[in-house]
């Protein structure tokens, strides 16, 4: 039977549609998706992301594992900042994606649900005899995505501390009802917005309440067409074993002069491999949708496929993103998308397909 | 349209004969579960459709689903506005959100199909 999180009753009370997720019985809907949608784009969303896994780890050689597992440099966090990075096997392919959360006295690590076991394994394995303590704190404790451009209004009396005076990728210790709780400035829908750890017995509290001031349940399949439209990867399809870091476009988080770290060497020599296929973000011109595993053409030949695909309610397209060869990933390229057998004009073009406005 | 006067197939469509002419569309179970549909398409006025074998689709944004037809026959008109407003399809899906209107064999019937009480007791089933 899958899991629940502290939310499920509450989810089940007001009519969501529950999907097994990772293992997990997760609302994808409670309205419609693209209502949902909307809400997280113009107001404020609220996600139960309990589902994802919660790692903390404590004693004198946490940042030496962390630099071992992970590509970014933990070392140059500040305390409470908040940092995305990959974790890679050998030959350099994606574990998974993960946030890392320094703080004075321990580390956090928040990874996606369908990897905590293997993640949780890939860590205790690389250990060694380091002085590392890693607790599983998933099952304690509740976590709440609250987005959109009216989040930190919403969000600005729950807790002693007004998460509005976080810079973007920051995180700081407060109280819930007395309770310990973290408040980060961090999201995956490609708006403002905040998130929280909480004791699993406080979750209901904390999500009835910003209920109460007006932020609306959304469930998992707008998550997936807010990050889509952010151009955000999702593991599983823009990352897998077989996709390194460099290859999904995520230079940014992967430190080749850090120092050794897992995958490293791997990544060095696939850097420059003419043959490996690089994500790139498609428009389709008419309103079929490509979906995941559609073949991507050019003059009949095959030259790469979509790893996720959907209908863009803020853009208002079918949008997705695919592996492309190189030669063929410049913005502005013509191909053609297999769609059950027929063929659908599509073009190249740079990503993400939405940024939300800048004050 | 009256749904007690309609007749369903398992996959979900609803058809009426009137005179020949049998009327489908999707039901409005159907189209809750879909919800969020951004694209319909229809076959051309004069193409021929085959019991059990699918006429168009149908796209949400969750998933894409195939519409099969009832009944062998011509198709002698389309709803044109579902290709501009799919939308109409969850507005009013026995009404303004019917599809398309083929033109049946003398002596053709819906007596395959179920009757609403037969359709609803699926449902139930299917949803529970």
């Not at chain 1, 008419?286 to 803020?314: D, H, Q």
């Not at chain 2, 969850?90 to 395959?112: C, H, R, Y």
Request: proline fraction near 5%; hydrophobic fraction near 40%.
């Amino acid at each position: 039977m899958p899991a629940r999180t502290p939310l499920y009753d509450w989810h089940v009370a007001h009519g969501a549609r529950m999907v097994d997720f990772a293992g997990w019985d997760m609302p994808i809907q409670y309205t419609t998706i693209i209502q949902e949608h909307q809400t997280v784009r113009n107001a404020a969303g609220l996600f139960d992301i309990s589902h994802m896994g919660r790692l903390s780890f404590n004693g004198a050689d946490a940042l030496a594992l962390i630099q071992h597992v992970y590509t970014n440099n933990a070392a140059t966090m500040k305390d409470g900042q908040v940092r995305y990075g990959l974790v890679c096997n050998e030959q350099g392919g994606v574990r998974d994606d993960v946030l890392v959360y320094r703080w004075p006295d321990q580390w956090e690590m928040v990874v996606n649900a369908s990897n905590r076991t293997k993640i949780v394994d890939w860590l205790a394995r690389h250990r060694g005899s380091q002085k590392v303590e890693m607790i599983d704190r998933t099952v304690a404790t509740c976590m709440i995505a609250v987005q959109g451009p009216q989040a930190l209004a919403k969000c600005r009396d729950l807790t002693p501390a007004d998460p509005a005076q976080l810079r973007y990728y920051f995180a700081m210790p407060t109280t819930y009802r007395g309770q310990p709780c973290v408040v980060s400035r961090t999201g995956y829908t490609g708006e403002d917005g905040v998130e929280y750890i909480v004791p699993a017995d406080q979750g209901v509290a904390m999500w009835e309440e910003l209920i109460g001031k007006g932020a609306s349940a959304c469930g998992l399949g707008a998550r997936d067409t807010l990050r889509l439209e952010a151009a955000m990867p999702l593991y599983g399809h823009e990352l897998g074993e077989d996709f390194d870091p460099l290859q999904a476009g995520l230079n940014w988080a992967v430190k080749l002069d850090k120092g050794d770290f897992i995958g490293r060497d791997a990544i060095l020599r696939r850097k420059d491999d003419p043959k490996l296929r690089r994500r790139v973000g498609l428009e389709l011109a008419g309103k079929r949708l490509a979906r995941e595993g559609s073949i991507v053409l050019n003059e009949g030949k095959e030259i790469g496929r979509v790893t996720s695909g959907t209908f863009g309610p803020t853009v208002n397209k079918a949008i997705a993103m695919a592996y492309l060869e190189q030669g063929q990933t410049k913005p502005g390229t013509t191909v053609a998308v297999d769609v059950r057998g027929k063929s659908e004009s599509a073009r190249v073009v740079p990503l993400p397909f939405y940024q939300r406005p800048r004050q | 349209m009256d749904p007690k006067n309609l007749r369903y197939s398992a996959t979900h469509e609803w058809a009426v004969l009137e005179g020949g002419t049998c009327t489908l569309g999707i039901t409005k179970f159907a189209v809750e579960q879909l919800t969020d549909v951004v694209y319909i398409e229809l076959p051309d006025p004069g193409d021929n459709v085959f019991a059990g074998e699918s006429f168009g689709e149908i796209e949400s944004v969750k998933a894409v689903s195939d519409l099969y037809s009832p009944v062998d026959g011509e198709v002698i008109a389309i709803n044109e506005k579902l290709l501009d407003d799919p939308t109409l399809v969850a507005q009013d899906p026995f009404g303004k959100g019917w599809m398309v209107k083929i033109k049946v064999e003398p002596g053709s019937n819906l007596d395959k199909l179920m009757t609403l009480p037969q359709y609803e007791k699926q449902i139930s089933e299917e949803h529970h």
